[in-house]
């Protein structure tokens, strides 16, 4: 996933970036820079945005850019240029519900590059006003959305009868499969304090394996685990050995049952190709469906830490944004062995929110679209939000209200039917990307509940 960046940006700049690359002689300094460059674009969707020449700047009247339902809320918008505000700027603007607006207004003219806009909502929601300055023919946007009793919102999507059973069988099956663990050195990743290795293990089928980057302290002891799961994408990984210095065991996952140090030209080209949106691959079938091997792959991915002679067995997080907060919440419900979770903007949350008039989650599988038969009752057992329900380890989750992939109004629907302790940090203006204060903020909730702190 990407950030709020305009994807044409990001797909040109990334690919003039590749071309040039490749025309380079040097086939070493190739694959580094290649490999650089992938890592980038995998950690994208946690960066914040670049800033540009001209901002537009949208705020809310509250503070906290929240509301009680039916009050009006007032939205400046500002469209500055060094500081300044620009005279005769043209803007369009759109407003309404999230990802839903009936508002929509082109070429007004803002005199003194100022305006202020309004809007409410009957239902607890979120309303959101997005706005595009047009100046020497580019695009600048800016965005606000206001909060409406978001604590009061509930999922649409329904909890199949069967979802216990259902998932418990796939899980059982999977390990009637030896592990088969297998680990090898990366010598040219380990540090003065940590070994680093590429890692697989069978998942739920011969031939089905999951592949990781696992960092643990050089030290001998015994040690509290860290497993990160991945956002959305095709990717390779280096692992955390950073954190592994500090006295964790860390192990992050790819999910696409390949290595996940390969030459960086293979994953573009899967994710160009064989993997690309794979997350719709058999939609209407429960045992088929991408995600099942990747669900049952997190739980094993579980099982792999427990076989770890170094891990002291009980002391266990998980961690991920995105897609891979999703994953943090699913595993967390699938596997009670989790101590502790902290989840970034997850995804996959109320799929059935378009069909109910209102946001649904990434990948917003029905947003414009009719539901094909068997659709629906499948992806139940997929939404996060019966994951959600299941929870019961602590959890650390923060976001913003801004994000255009990961709508609030989704990621709410999950958070409010957790029973588990738990708790919210909210940076309001964020969209899909975090400050650095805000991940350092939670991985230190983490590493802190981790250590008993």
């Not at 995804?347 to 068997?374: I, M, Q, S, V």
């Not at 019966?386 to 999950?414: E, I, K, Q």
Request: proline residues 6%.
């Amino acid at each position: 996933m990407l950030t709020d960046t305009p994807k044409h940006i990001l797909f040109y700049t990334y690919t003039t970036l590749i071309q040039t690359i490749n025309s380079m002689k040097s086939i070493s300094f190739r694959k580094i820079l290649l490999s650089v460059l992938m890592i980038q674009i995998g950690f994208n969707a946690f960066s914040q945005p670049v800033s540009t020449l001209i901002k537009v700047i949208v705020g809310c009247d509250h503070n906290d850019w929240t509301y009680r339902v039916n009050e009006k809320a007032t939205f400046s918008v500002q469209v500055l240029k060094y500081g300044n505000p620009v005279e005769n700027v043209t803007i369009d603007y759109e407003a309404g519900p999230e990802m839903i607006p009936d508002i929509k207004k082109e070429g007004v003219v803002l005199k003194n590059g100022k305006t202020e806009l309004s809007g409410s909502m009957k239902v607890p929601g979120f309303y959101r006003v997005r706005v595009w300055a047009v100046l020497d023919g580019r695009r600048y946007e800016g965005l606000a959305t206001a909060a409406f009793e978001p604590e009061k919102i509930e999922p649409t999507v329904k909890d199949p009868a069967d979802f216990d059973s259902f998932w418990s069988n796939a899980i059982a099956e999977a390990r009637k499969l030896d592990l088969d663990p297998k680990m090898t050195l990366l010598p040219e990743r380990c540090t003065s304090e940590a070994d680093v290795y590429q890692i697989s293990f069978r998942n739920d089928a011969y031939g089905s394996r999951i592949y990781g980057i696992l960092a643990m302290p050089k030290k001998p002891g015994k040690y509290p685990a860290i497993l990160r799961v991945p956002g959305a994408g095709i990717r390779p990984y280096t692992g955390d050995p950073r954190t592994a210095a500090l006295g964790f065991i860390t192990l992050e996952i790819g999910i696409h049952g390949i290595p996940v140090n390969l030459d960086p030209q293979v994953y573009t080209d899967l994710a160009g190709g064989g993997l690309s949106e794979y997350n719709k691959v058999k939609m209407n079938d429960r045992n088929t469906h991408y995600y099942k091997r990747v669900y049952v792959g997190c739980v094993r991915a579980v099982d792999f830490i427990f076989s770890l002679p170094e891990f002291n067995g009980s002391d266990i997080g998980i961690t991920g944004g995105s897609q891979g907060g999703a994953l943090t919440i699913v595993t967390a419900g699938l596997d009670k062995r989790i101590r502790y979770m902290a989840a970034i903007y997850p995804a996959l949350c109320d799929h059935t929110g378009y069909l109910n008039k209102r946001a649904g989650g990434w990948p917003h599988y029905f947003r414009g679209t009719e539901p094909k038969p068997g659709e629906v009752e499948t992806l139940g057992y997929f939404d996060v939000v019966n994951f959600a329900r299941r929870v019961s380890a602590p959890g650390y989750y923060t976001w913003g209200f801004n994000d255009l992939t990961c709508p609030p109004t989704s990621m709410y629907s999950a958070y409010n039917v957790i029973k588990a302790p738990k708790e919210l940090v909210l940076y309001q203006e964020t969209g899909h990307w975090t400050y650095p204060e805000q991940t350092e903020a939670l991985n230190n909730w983490l590493t802190g509940k981790l250590k008993g702190m």
